[in-house]
């Protein structure tokens, strides 16, 4: 219930996020425009920003227009026309006729994974939203973290983004960023015995013991769950066995007996002293046979 809720919040911040008025495009490397000066058709030229930045205008040189919008290179062309005397009133049109978007790289375990396209003012939610969320077993949310194209990092809290409402965390994306989010593989539960999938798995905050027996498909016909127990190591080194009545939880709704869990606790489900009547008819026919053996043999006459 509450990775449904926190889903739906993602959902609704990047619905909220698309319904924004238009941003304004601010130039960057590889896009391209057609500079026009009015009145001065041999003016025209196509123009591609550089890797630097800039772009190198007729009769005005290179300008560094990284970050500029259209209008801003404009006037720019338009201010140095006039400085330089060429003409008193000129009119420049920039048309965009390539641009590329800012992009955002979503890596770790979320559930679409990949490079994205993001608009301005995106922030670390859009980021998630467009990665698919979270993948809610295996995501360590606490140890999520922005990586800016320098090298730069930022942690980031989800849960405390997520759950909390901590908007502090909530960065500004800028191009070429990267949100990772990593895999828990420190934080595990393990649970064994007369279960159908023994074996370890993710631990979540506030992670219960009906938690890791719904991870471990419950119970075997053989499990005896008045009898399951939680061994745990604590801090200070001593080992301590917890005895848990599922048949009270179960039956009685004793919330008493879904303990809380903690990263390294083992959940075991013992096997129950009830004779396994397969067993006993196994043995049974095997006796059966072995007692009989004989007068079969004598009954067969060749």
Do not use: C
Not at 101 to 130: E, H, I, Q, T
Not at 134 to 143: G, S
Not at 152 to 159: A, C, G, K, R, T
Not at 242 to 251: G, R
């Amino acid at each position: 219930m509450r990775t449904t809720l926190v889903l739906m919040m993602i959902g609704l911040w990047a619905s909220a996020s698309m319904a924004q008025p238009g941003e304004i495009y601010r130039l960057r490397p590889d896009d391209q425009m057609i500079v026009s000066l009015y009145g001065e058709p041999t003016f025209d030229q196509r123009l591609t920003v550089a890797e630097d930045g800039t772009i190198n205008v007729l009769l005005v040189g290179a300008i560094n227009v990284q970050g500029m919008t259209a209008d801003e290179v404009r006037r720019e062309i338009e201010r140095r026309l006039k400085e330089m005397k060429l003409y008193t009133d000129p009119k420049v049109v920039i048309n965009l006729q390539t641009f590329r978007r800012p992009r955002v790289f979503v890596l770790g375990m979320v559930n679409r994974p990949g490079a994205f396209d993001f608009r301005y003012g995106d922030k670390v939610m859009d980021a998630l939203s467009l990665g698919g969320s979270y993948i809610a077993d295996r995501a360590d949310l606490e140890k999520a973290r922005l990586v800016r194209r320098d090298g730069s990092e930022f942690p980031v809290d989800l849960v405390k983004l997520l759950e909390e409402g901590d908007l502090g965390l909530n960065y500004e994306l800028e191009d070429q960023d990267a949100l990772v989010v990593p895999e828990q593989v420190d934080n595990r539960v393990f649970v064994g015995g007369q279960v159908l999938r023994p074996g370890q798995y993710p631990y979540r905050r506030r992670m219960t013991l009906l938690d890791a027996l719904t991870h471990a498909g419950w119970n075997t016909e053989r499990g005896r769950l008045s009898s399951v127990f939680v061994a745990r190591n604590n801090e200070d080194g001593t080992a301590e066995k917890i005895p848990v009545d599922v048949i009270k939880l179960l039956n009685k709704a004793d919330m008493d007996q879904n303990i809380a869990l903690q990263p390294g606790d083992v959940v075991y489900v013992p096997e129950t002293k009830t004779p396994d009547v397969r067993k006993v008819y196994d043995v049974v026919s095997l006796y059966w046979l072995a007692r009989n053996a004989g007068i079969l043999r004598s009954l067969w006459k060749p």
